[in-house]
C-alpha cells in the first residue's frame, strides 16, 4: 500500500515534469487510475494498462452493456504518433437491481483493461493521455470525465512495475473462452443456452454484450439435468437478428468458485421435436414390448439363451402344469427384475442423478459383480460347482428336482445380463419412459421386461409348442458343459470391459476372484459333504466379494484412438461441421454388445471404409464406456439415453444428422452415406 | 452402483428481481391506458385524447440525461415544434417521494417556465403506475402513440448515449424521425431502440 502511494506520488511528480495528465483523478464518487505493468517501456513493447475505478460504496459504474438504464465507461486515447491502443477488455460484471430496473456494471473497485503499442520511434519518455468518462449512480446518476496519463521513462530493456502483479491477477479473472461447447437454440420467447455440466451449479448468469438482446432484469431459469445444463433467457427489446451470434458473457458459480466465460455463438432454431415427444404412452408400451422380444435375439443375450435352452429341455421332462410354473416363475423372475431397475432409476432420478439404459454397466463394481456372477454359472456348468437350486438356484441341476426358485433366477440373471443390450424400438420407450411419472416409467420397463420373457413363457404354456424339442438324455449333459463356454466367454468380455474402467489393477483383481471362486468351488467339492467344506468355500466366496471394495477407484485414460477413427468432442464435431465436413459419429461403449457387434459386421468392414474414405468422412467415435457427459449430451439431443447411436452429417448439411438404425450391417451403412439429404 | 452418478438436478433462480407489476408496452398494440393527475391539479384520460397523436417523455429534472436535453434546447424545441403540429406532449414524473426528480405540480411547472419547457401537460405518477404499465425504464424515456391509440415508437430521444451536449448534434433524432414518419402516414422506421439515462426513482 506504501509502496502503491509511493509509485503514484512520483507518477504524479514525473507527469509534472514532463506536463502529463496525472495518473490518478479523484471524484467524490470514484477513483480513476491508469495502472501499468512496466514502470520503464521499451520501444515496440505491447504495454498492459488497466483504468481501475475505486468506487465508493453503494455507487456503481457500467459494464459495455450497461443494461436498462446507465452508460458504459468509456476512455479515448491521445497517444503519440506511432502508438496504437487495444479494445476495452471488460471484466465480467454483476447485476444491480433498482426496483424493477436491472443494470449491468462494477462496485468496489473494477479493472477495464487495454494495451498499448509503444511506438518503434519512441525515445526518452512514453507520455500518454486518457480522456475517461463514467456515469456513476446509486439512486442518482452522475456523469464524470476526468483526465489520466502516463509518463513513462523508454529504455533499451523494459522494467516490471510494480502494478504488474495486479494486472496479471485481472487478466485472469477477465472472462475466457468457454472450455466446453456452448449451443444456443431460440424460441419465440427466449433464447436457450445449453453446455456439459456436471457438478451442481448454484447460479449460472449470461450478460448479452448488447442492450436488448435478452430481457436484463427478467429472472433465467438454470435447469440441470444429466450432465447439462440449460439456461433460459427471455428475450428483450432487441432481440438478435437472424444468423446475428450471441455474444456476452456467462457466470457460473459452483462449490469451488465463481466463472465467467466469453460466449459467442448463433443460435439454432429450436431443434425438431424428439422422439421423446412423438411417443405417446400405447406407443411406447408397444415399442417397448417389442424391444424386448428383440433383446432375446441380440448378441449380447447368447450367455442367457444358453441358459433358457438348458432349463426348458430340463422341464420338457415335467408335467405340463409344472413346465407353466416354471415359464411363470421365469417371467416374474425377469418382470421383477426390471420393476427393481425401473424403481432404482426412479429413486436416482429423484436424489438428481444422471439416468440412461445400460449405465449400471458404466460403474466398474457392478461390471466386476457380473464377471463373478458368469464365471460361477459357467463353473455349475462344468459342473464343478454343484449349487443347490435352493442356494440360488443358477444352472439348476439337470438330473434333480428343480424347485421353481430356480426358474426365477435365471429370469433374473436374463434381466442382468440382457441390460448392456439396446434393441431397436427400445431407445424411443426408454427415452420416453424415463422422462414421465413413475407409473407410466414402471409400466413400460415391466412391458420390456414381459417383451423380454414372452418367447419363453410361450413356449412354457403350450406345450404343443415343446414337441420340436429334442428328446431329454446323455446328450444333455455335454451340452450343459458345452454352454459353459459362452459363459466364460462372456465373463471374459466383462473383464475386457473392467480394463477400460479400472486398468490393470481391476483385471488382476477379477482375475484373482475368479481363481478364488474356482478354488472355493473344488474345495466344497473335495470336502464334501461335510458342513467345514461349505463353510470353507462360502468364507473364501464371502473373501473374494469383499475384495471388490478394493477396485481402483481412478480410471486410467483410455480413451481408444484407433487409426481409421478419432475420438468424439463437441468441439471437434463443430469445427468439421463449421467447415462443411461429412462426418459420421458413433455413439459406443466397450460394454454394449451390439456396439461391437455393428462395428465388427459393418463399421469396420473394408467396403464400409472404402466408402468412408471416397467420401471423404471424417469418422468420430464417442467411448461412454465410462460416464461422459459431452456424448449423455449428444445422446439426449436425439432422445436417446443410451448407446449405440449412430450419426451421419453430410457435407455442407445443417440441422440434424441422419439417425442409422441401432442394428447395422455395411449396406445399411453405405445407403445412409450416399441418401441426397436428411429428411426433416 | 451409482458411486459416480454426481451430477444433480438443481432448479434454480437466478436473481429473481421483484418484476410483478412491471410490464413493457408493445409497438403495434394498443398502448396502456391510464388516467392522471397533472401538474395543475386536473385528471387527464389517454382515451379522450383519441384523434390525436401522443408523446410520453418520462422525465427528472435533476437527471444529468435530462439536463443535457433542457439545458441544450433539444426537448423545448421538439415540444413546441409537437404543439405547433397538433401533437400532446406529455412529460411523466414517475419519480417516488423524497427521490430525485419528485417535484409537486407548482414546482414542476415552474421549472419548466424556466427552462423553456412547452410541453402540453405534465402528469404527475409518483406511484409509478403509468411508468411501471409502460416499462419506462430511464429519464428521458419516449413513447409515441398514434391517433388511434396504438404505440408507434418507444426508446431513446436520440442515437447517442452519453451526457455530452456535444452529441445531440451528432445524434438521429429519434422522436423528431418517428413523428416525421407518422406525419407521412409512412411506417415508423425505427420503432424500438435503446431509451438511455438514470434509471426512473420508482418507489420501492
Known amino acids: 500500500m506504501l509502496f502503491r502511494t509511493l509509485l503514484s506520488l512520483t507518477l504524479i511528480f514525473g507527469g509534472t515534469v514532463s506536463h502529463a495528465a496525472p495518473n490518478t483523478a479523484r471524484t467524490e464518487q470514484v477513483e480513476g487510475s491508469l495502472l501499468t505493468d512496466h514502470s520503464t517501456v521499451q520501444v515496440g513493447q505491447q504495454l498492459r494498462v488497466a483504468l481501475r475505478q475505486r468506487i465508493a460504496p453503494h455507487w456503481h459504474t457500467y459494464w459495455i452493456n450497461p443494461g436498462d438504464s446507465g452508460q458504459a465507461t468509456s476512455i479515448e486515447w491521445q497517444l503519440p504518433a506511432g502508438a496504437t491502443a487495444s479494445e476495452v477488455e471488460w471484466p465480467a460484471p454483476s447485476r444491480q437491481a433498482l426496483g424493477p430496473i436491472t443494470n449491468y456494471g462494477y462496485s468496489n473497485e473494477v479493472l477495464i483493461l487495454s494495451r498499448l503499442t509503444v511506438p518503434a520511434t519512441a525515445s526518452k519518455r512514453f507520455t500518454v493521455t486518457a480522456q475517461v468518462t463514467w456515469l456513476v449512480c446509486k439512486d442518482i446518476c452522475i456523469p464524470q470525465t476526468v483526465t489520466l496519463g502516463l509518463d513513462l521513462p523508454v529504455a533499451a530493456v523494459a522494467v516490471a512495475g510494480l502494478d504488474a502483479p495486479l494486472l496479471a491477477a485481472a487478466e485472469a479473472h477477465l472472462p475466457k473462452p468457454a472450455p466446453f461447447p456452448v449451443r444456443v437454440t431460440r424460441t419465440d420467447k427466449s433464447l436457450v443456452l445449453i453446455w456439459p455440466q456436471q457438478q451442481a451449479l448454484m447460479q449460472a448468469e449470461f450478460y448479452a454484450e448488447a442492450w436488448g438482446i435478452v430481457n436484463h432484469s427478467a429472472p433465467q431459469a438454470l435447469t440441470q439435468q444429466s ?390 468422412i471424417t469418422y468420430l467415435k464417442g467411448d461412454w464406456t465410462r460416464q461422459d457427459a459431452r456424448i449423455t449430451a449428444l445422446l439426449s439431443e436425439y432422445g436417446r439415453t443410451g448407446v449405440p447411436l449412430y450419426l451421419f452429417f453430410p457435407r455442407g448439411h445443417e440441422g440434424p444428422a441422419a439417425v442409422l438404425p441401432q442394428l447395422l450391417t455395411p449396406g445399411i451403412v453405405i445407403d445412409a452415406l450416399s441418401a441426397p439429404a436428411h429428411k426433416e | 452402483m451409482m458411486n459416480e452418478r454426481r451430477s444433480l438436478i438443481a432448479l434454480a433462480f437466478s436473481a429473481v428481481f421483484a418484476t410483478s407489476a412491471f410490464a413493457n408496452a408493445t409497438v403495434d398494440a394498443p398502448a396502456p391506458t391510464f388516467s392522471a393527475t397533472t401538474a395543475d391539479g386536473r385528471t387527464v384520460d389517454l382515451a379522450s385524447l383519441r384523434g390525436k397523436t401522443v408523446v410520453l417523455e418520462w422525465t427528472n429534472h435533476d437527471c444529468p440525461y435530462v439536463r443535457k436535453h433542457y439545458e441544450s434546447g433539444n426537448i423545448p424545441a421538439q415540444q413546441k415544434d409537437a404543439a405547433a403540429k397538433g401533437i400532446v406532449w406529455l412529460q411523466v414524473i414517475s419519480s417516488a417521494a423524497g427521490q430525485q426528480g419528485y417535484v409537486d405540480g407548482a414546482t414542476a411547472t415552474a421549472l419548466n417556465s424556466k427552462r423553456g419547457a412547452a410541453p402540453a401537460n405534465i402528469l404527475l405518477d409518483p406511484s409509478g403506475q403509468i411508468g411501471k404499465a409502460y416499462g419506462a425504464q430511464t429519464t428521458p424515456h419516449m413513447y409515441v402513440i398514434t391517433p388511434d391509440g396504438k404505440l408507434a415508437y418507444k426508446g431513446g430521444i436520440d442515437s447517442i448515449a452519453t451526457a455530452d451536449k456535444s452529441d445531440i448534434a451528432k445524434a438521429d433524432p429519434y422522436v423528431k424521425l418517428a413523428l416525421a414518419d407518422l406525419a407521412a402516414g409512412r411506417k415508423v422506421a425505427q420503432a424500438s431502440t435503446r431509451p438511455y439515462g438514470c434509471s426512473i426513482k420508482y418507489a420501492n
Open chain 1, 227 to 616: 450432465g447439462t445444463a440449460r439456461l433460459e433467457l427471455p428475450i428483450g427489446e432487441a432481440p438478435l437478428v437472424a444468423g446475428k451470434a450471441l455474444a456476452g458473457v456467462l457466470k457460473i458459480q459452483d462449490s469451488g468458485g465463481e466463472q465467467a466465460y466469453r460466449i459467442q455463438e448463433v443460435p439454432q432454431a429450436l431443434a425438431k421435436p424428439t422422439p421423446v415427444e412423438d411417443t405417446g404412452l400405447a406407443a411406447a408400451l408397444a415399442l417397448a414390448l417389442a424391444g424386448g422380444l428383440v433383446l432375446n435375439l441380440m448378441p449380447c443375450v447368447f450367455p442367457v439363451l444358453s441358459i433358457k435352452a438348458l432349463s426348458l429341455m430340463n422341464q420338457a421332462r415335467d408335467s405340463a402344469a409344472t413346465t407353466r410354473r416354471h415359464g411363470l416363475a421365469y417371467t416374474l423372475g425377469v418382470l421383477l427384475s426390471f420393476a427393481v431397475l425401473g424403481l432404482a432409476l426412479l429413486a436416482l432420478r429423484a436424489a438428481g442423478g444422471e439416468i440412461g439404459w445400460g449405465l449400471q454397466f458404466q460403474s466398474p463394481l457392478f461390471v466386476l459383480g457380473v464377471a463373478w456372477l458368469l464365471f460361477a454359472v459357467g463353473l455349475s456348468l462344468s459342473g464343478l460347482l454343484d449349487v443347490g437350486a435352493s442356494a440360488a438356484g443358477l444352472g439348476s441341476d439337470l438330473a434333480g428336482k428343480p424347485g421353481y426358485a430356480g426358474s426365477f433366477f435365471t429370469g433374473v440373471l436374463a434381466s442382468v445380463v440382457a441390460t448392456p443390450c439396446t434393441a431397436p424400438f427400445m431407445g424411443a420407450a426408454l427415452a420416453y419412459a424415463l422422462t414421465q411419472a413413475a407409473p407410466v416409467l414402471l409400466a413400460v420397463f415391466l412391458s420390456l421386461g414381459l417383451g423380454l420373457a414372452l418367447p419363453y413363457l410361450l413356449l412354457s404354456l403350450w406345450p404343443a409348442l415343446q414337441r420340436w424339442l429334442p428328446r431329454p438324455g446323455a446328450w444333455m449333459q455335454t451340452l450343459k458343459q458345452a454352454l459353459a463356454f459362452p459363459m466364460y466367454a462372456a465373463a471374459v468380455w466383462l473383464v475386457w470391459v473392467l480394463a477400460q474402467q479400472s486398468g490393470a489393477g481391476g483385471v488382476v483383481l477379477a482375475l484373482s476372484g475368479m481363481v478364488a471362486l474356482a478354488f472355493a468351488a473344488w474345495l466344497r467339492s473335495v470336502m464334501k459333504p461335510g458342513l467345514l467344506g461349505n463353510g470353507v468355500a462360502l468364507l473364501i466366496a464371502a473373501a473374494t466379494l469383499a475384495c471388490a471394495v478394493a477396485l481402483p477407484a481412478q480410471t486410467p485414460s483410455t480413451q481408444a484412438v484407433s487409426n481409421d477413427s478419432e475420438p468424439y468432442t463437441p468441439e471437434r464435431l463443430a469445427a468439421l461441421r463449421a467447415e462443411g465436413k461429412p462426418v459420421f459419429v458413433n455413439l459406443t461403449a466397450a460394454w454394449c454388445i451390439s456396439c461391437l457387434v455393428n462395428e465388427r459386421v459393418a463399421l469396420s468392414r473394408p467396403e464400409v471404409r472404402e466408402a468412408f474414405a471416397r467420401a471423404g
